[in-house]
C-alpha cells in the first residue's frame, strides 16, 4: 500500500503517540507537549488559510531558534505551502535577494529582526513585495503593520485545518544555502525528500524516544539537519536555546537531561574553552552524543571532546542539497577494527541507500588511497529536487563530471573503507606550482600549536607559484607568537610546498551564521584586482 | 532526487562498505564476507537470466534457514523476478496448490527437502506446472533432473547481471499466508513496500553494524521479518541456524557473540526450559535484544526472558500483509513513565509513520479503555500491495470495517498511551451466552499454573450458551494435574463466564511452523458436523 511520505507523519505520530508528554521546552523554559504544540500549530495553519494561502506558496520565517520555528514549519507544510527559512545573520540589504527570490505571501519574524525587513515591508505597495502579511512574534514590540504571533494564535481555532491533497513529490520547502561562495540559492526539498532524510538520518544517531536534543545548531540551517521532523516523530524532546553560549549549554544539557547536541567544530571548540575553566558537569543524567559536520573539525577537537567532555561523537558530512547528511563515521564495525580516532575523525562513509563517489575530472572514482583527490558526488533520496528557479545551476549540479549525480563542490580522499576525508571547498584548494594543497590539512597543523584560537590558510597570489598559502591567525590571550616561529612550526610537520610563506596574526575572522570562515572574502582581499580568487 | 526503493539497495550497500567483512555465517560454520556472498548471488543470477527468467516471472524456494536463502532471494530480486519462499514444513500435496497458484519456472530445493516436490516435478509434461528448472541444494543426492546449486554457481560467471529497470512498485516477492485458518494466500510485497518495512523496523530494533543475528526464526517467514535486508544493509552478520534446538542456539549465541536474535514466544519458552538445567552462558560478550512476535507471549515468558536470561525483550506485532512489523514495546520513554513490564508485555504502539486503530463494528476507533475490544486494522508503506490472484479477497480487506485500510482480523483491546494487547483472531473469540471470551486470556491464566507446558483454548458448541471455552493443555512431565483442579484454579483467577468448562490433556499441541497453536485444527474436532467453527 502506498501511502506519501510527508514531512506531516513526523508530527503526526507525536501528536499521536505522545500527545500528553513534553515535546518542546521553549527558550524560557515553558514546556509544551505535543497535543499543545499541535494546537498552536493548526491555530496558525488556520491564520495562513484564512489570509489566502495556498499550495505551492511560500510562507518565509526570519528567527533564530524557537519552538514558534518548529510550528510555523508545520503549519506550512500540512497545509502545502513551502515553508522558506531565512538566515537571521544577514544584512538587512541581503534579505532583498531572498524575498524577491522565493517571493513569499507571508513573512514571520522573531521580534528582533523586523528592523531587518521593515524596508521591504515598506515598499509592499510601489516595488510590489509579495509579502502581504507580517507577523512578528511580538507585535506591538514591531510596530504597524505587524501582527502578533500569539494575536494571531489567539484568534484562530485550534482545529484541524482541511489538508490539500499532498504528494509526496510536492515541494515542502525551500532552504537558501549559506554559502561560502557566491550567490545564495535556493535547494528545494520535496517531503519525500525530508522524510525520508529525516529516517536515515535517526537511523545513524540512533534518535530514541527518551533523547532530549539540545537545539545548538540553528534551525534556519537546512531546519535543524532534519531533526524537527526525526525527532519529533519518534517522541523526543526538543530543547530550545536561542542563542548560542556555552554556560548556558552546559546549564542545560544537567537541567534537561540532554543526550544529543548537534554543532559545527566552532561549537564544539568553544564549549571546550569554556569548560576547561569551568567548573561544571559535561552531562545529566544520560550519556551525550554530539553530531558535529559543516566543516572540518581538527583532529584535536574531536579527541578532546570525547576525552574531557565524555561526549560520543558522530561525525557527518553533508550539505543544504543533500539532506543534508549523506556519510557518517558512526560505525562500531569499522572502530572495532582499527582505530577508533582513525574513523571518528573523518566523517564516514555513505548513510543507508545512500550513493557516495569521489571522482576525477572525467567523472571516474579516484583510487580509494586516503591520498588522491576527487569531488564528492552522491546520489541518494535526500538528494534536492532542484534550485528554486535556477534549471541552468541545477543542471550543471547533476551533469558536470557524472550524469546523473549530484556534484557536491567538495574535494575529498577517501580510503580502503571508503571513508571520506573532506581536503576542500573546489575553490579553497589551492595549486601552487602545479601541486594540490589542502588548506584544511595546513590548517590542522596550525591548530596543534597551543597559542592558537583560530586560523584559515587561503592561497594568495604567488608571481612564481600562481597561488601561494597564507594563515590568517587569531591567538590566544597573552600569546607573543610571531610569524616566522609558526611557519617553522608547520615546516616541521608538513612538505614544505604546502607550508604558509606568510601568516597574519587578526583579532577575528569573518564566520558565515553556521561556523564556517569565510574564506571567500578572506580571500578577496588579496585577490581583487585580480579577475579570479585563484591562482 | 528520486531513487527507486529497492530491496537490493541493502544488498548494494553491505557489498560496497562491508565487502570484506563477514557477511554471513553458514549452517557449518563457513563464513562468507558479502564480496563472497555477492560473487555467488550473481552468478546465480546469471543462471536465471540463462535459463530465462525474466522480469515478473517467479522462482521459488523451499528451504530452511541458509545462506541460500539469502542468495536465492537477492539473485532472484535483482534481475527483477518475484520470490516465493515455500514452508518446508507442509505435506507433499500442499505444495500443489502453491505451485500452481505462483506457477514459478525455477524452484529451488534444501536436498532434504526435494521429495516433498519430486511428484510435482514428474508431472512437468503432463499436467503442466510451470517449473522448468529444478535446483536442489545437492544435486548429486536429490536424483535424476535436479541441477546441484553448487554446480550451478561454478557454471556462471561471479559478474555482475544487468539489472532492469525497476521502478519501487514493481512486485519483489510473495510470501504464503501461514495462517490459522483457511487457504493460503499469497501477499504480494513491492520492492518499495518491503524497502520501507526495513527501514523502519531496523530503526525500532535498534540494528547497527556491530549487530549478530541468530537466524532463529524462519527466514521464510515473511523473509525472516525484513531482516535479510535490513541487517545486511546497515553491515552486520548474519548467523545461520537450520534447526531450532536450544542448545545449539546457547553454543551460536557464545561462539559468534550473537546480540540479537528473533523468536515466537513458544521459542523462548523452548530456551528458558532448556536454561534451566543447563549450565551454560546465556550471552557472549554483547548483550543481547530479542525481538518476540507472533503470537501472544504469557506475561511469565517476558519476565524470565529478561531476568533469567538478561535479554532486552522487544515486543512486536504484524502479520504477513503488514510488512509484517507496526507495532513496537521498544518505548524507553513510556517504560520510564510506568512500569516496565506493562509496556513490554504488549506488542505496543505504531512504528514510525504507520497508522494503526482499533475499530468496532462500523469502523469507528473503540475507547482507548485497555478492555473494550475491536479489530486492528493498518495503514503504511510497510502494507502489502494486493493477494496474489485474489482481487475479491484483496478488496475485502482494505474495505470491510473501514475503508482503505488494511483489516488484520485481529482482536484487541488498546490502552492510553495506544499500545496494543491481542486478545484474539477474529475467529478465536468465543461468544459465550452473549460475551466475547478471549481465550488468550484465559490461557494466559492456565500457564501460570506450575504443571502446565502447552496450553490452548477454544469455543465448542455448548447447548444453552452457544459455544463455552474448553481447555487442551500438555502438562509437565510427572504432573498429575487434573480437570477439576486446574478448572478452580482458573475460577480463582478469572470471571466464572470466561473459565473452561472442560479440560483435556493431550501430549501435544498441533502448532504451524511459526509456533503459532492451530487452533482451527483443534476446533474442527469439535465442529466438524457443524457448518461454521463458532457457536
Ligand atoms: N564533516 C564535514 N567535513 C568537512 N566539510 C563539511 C562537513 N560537513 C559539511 N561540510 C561542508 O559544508 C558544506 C555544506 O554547507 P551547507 O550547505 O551550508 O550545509 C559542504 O559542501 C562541505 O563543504
Redesign the pocket.
Known amino acids: 500500500m502506498k501511502r506519501p511520505l510527508l514531512t506531516t507523519d513526523y508530527l503526526d505520530r507525536a501528536v499521536t503517540l505522545y500527545g500528553d508528554d513534553v515535546g518542546v521546552i521553549a527558550e524560557d523554559g515553558t514546556e509544551f507537549t505535543y497535543n499543545e504544540l499541535n494546537d498552536r500549530i493548526n491555530r496558525l495553519s488556520n491564520a495562513l488559510l484564512e489570509w489566502g494561502v495556498e499550495k505551492g506558496d511560500r510562507v518565509a520565517l526570519l528567527s533564530p531558534n524557537s519552538h514558534r520555528f518548529i510550528e510555523t514549519l508545520y503549519a506550512t507544510m500540512q497545509i502545502g505551502a513551502l515553508f522558506v527559512p531565512l538566515n537571521f545573520r544577514l544584512q538587512p540589504n541581503e534579505y532583498d535577494y531572498l524575498v524577491d527570490d522565493s517571493s513569499p505571501s507571508v513573512l514571520i519574524a522573531h521580534t528582533g529582526f523586523t528592523e531587518k525587513v521593515d524596508h521591504l515591508k515598506e515598499t509592499t505597495a510601489e516595488a510590489g513585495t509579495s509579502v502581504e502579511q507580517w507577523v512578528a512574534y511580538d507585535g506591538a514590540a514591531a510596530g504597524e503593520g505587524w501582527h502578533g504571533y500569539e494575536d494571531v494564535l489567539a484568534d484562530h481555532s485550534p482545529e484541524k485545518p482541511d489538508r490539500p491533497d499532498l504528494s509526496e513529490e510536492d515541494d515542502a520547502t525551500i532552504?537558501y544555502?549559506?554559502?561560502?561562495t557566491g550567490d545564495p540559492k535556493g535547494?528545494v526539498h520535496t517531503h519525500r525528500i525530508q522524510h525520508y532524510h529525516a529516517l536515515i538520518h535517526s537511523h545513524h544517531v540512533e534518535f530514541e524516544d527518551d533523547d532530549t536534543l539540545l537545539w545548538t545548531s540553528p534551525m534556519f540551517?537546512?531546519n535543524g539537519w532534519g531533526h524537527i521532523y526525526g525527532l519529533t516523530g519518534i517522541g523526543g524532546t526538543h530543547v530550545i536555546l536561542e542563542q548560542f553560549d556555552p554556560g548556558t549549554v552546559f546549564e542545560r544539557i544537567a537541567d534537561h537531561d540532554v543526550s544529543y547536541l548537534g554543532g559545527?567544530?566552532t561549537v564544539l571548540n568553544m564549549l571546550l574553552d569554556y569548560y576547561e575553566d569551568a567548573d561544571v558537569p559535561s552531562t545529566g543524567e544520560k550519556p551525550v552524543r554530539v553530531e558535529?559536520?559543516?566543516?572540518?573539525?581538527p583532529k584535536s577537537t574531536i579527541r578532546e571532546v570525547e576525552d574531557e567532555l565524555g561526549w560520543r561523537i558522530i561525525?557527518?558530512?553533508?550539505?543544504?542539497?543533500?539532506g543534508?547528511i549523506v556519510?557518517t563515521s558512526n560505525s562500531q564495525r569499522k572502530i572495532e577494527q582499527g582505530d577508533k580516532y582513525d574513523i571518528i575523525n573523518?566523517?564516514?562513509f555513505a548513510t543507508l541507500n545512500t550513493e557516495i563517489l569521489v571522482v576525477d575530472q572525467h567523472g571516474e572514482p579516484v583510487p580509494t588511497d586516503d591520498e588522491t583527490q576527487g569531488e564528492?558526488v552522491v546520489r541518494g533520496n535526500q538528494v534536492l529536487d532542484r534550485y528554486w528557479n535556477k534549471p541552468d545551476e541545477t543542471h550543471r549540479a547533476f551533469h558536470d563530471r557524472r550524469d546523473g549525480w549530484f556534484h557536491?563542490?567538495?574535494i575529498?580522499t577517501w580510503d580502503d573503507n571508503r571513508m571520506?576525508?573532506?581536503v576542500?571547498?573546489k575553490k579553497?584548494v589551492i595549486i601552487s606550482g602545479g601541486e594540490n594543497i589542502s588548506t584544511?590539512e595546513v590548517q590542522d597543523v596550525i591548530y596543534e600549536h597551543p597559542d592558537v584560537q583560530v586560523a584559515a590558510v587561503i592561497g594568495v597570489p604567488h608571481e612564481k607559484w600562481g597561488e601561494t598559502p597564507k594563515a590568517l591567525v587569531v591567538t590566544e590571550e597573552g600569546s607573543e607568537l610571531a610569524e616566522d616561529e609558526l611557519i617553522e612550526f608547520t615546516r616541521e610537520r608538513l612538505a614544505h610546498y604546502k607550508c604558509p610563506t606568510s601568516v597574519e596574526f587578526r583579532d577575528s575572522l569573518p564566520q558565515?551564521s553556521?561556523g564556517?570562515i569565510q574564506k571567500y572574502e578572506l580571500r578577496e582581499e588579496f585577490w581583487d584586482d585580480e579577475e579570479k580568487n585563484v591562482g
Not at 544555502?177 to 561560502?180: E, L
Not at 558535529?292 to 573539525?297: F, I, R, Y
Open positions: 532552504l544555502t549559506s554559502g561560502t535547494v540551517h537546512i559545527a567544530p558535529t559536520a559543516a566543516s572540518p573539525p561525525h557527518a558530512y553533508g550539505a543544504t542539497e543533500t543534508p556519510t573523518k566523517p564516514g564528492v557536491t563542490g567538495d575529498a571520506l576525508t573532506i576542500d571547498r579553497d584544511i558565515t553556521t564556517k
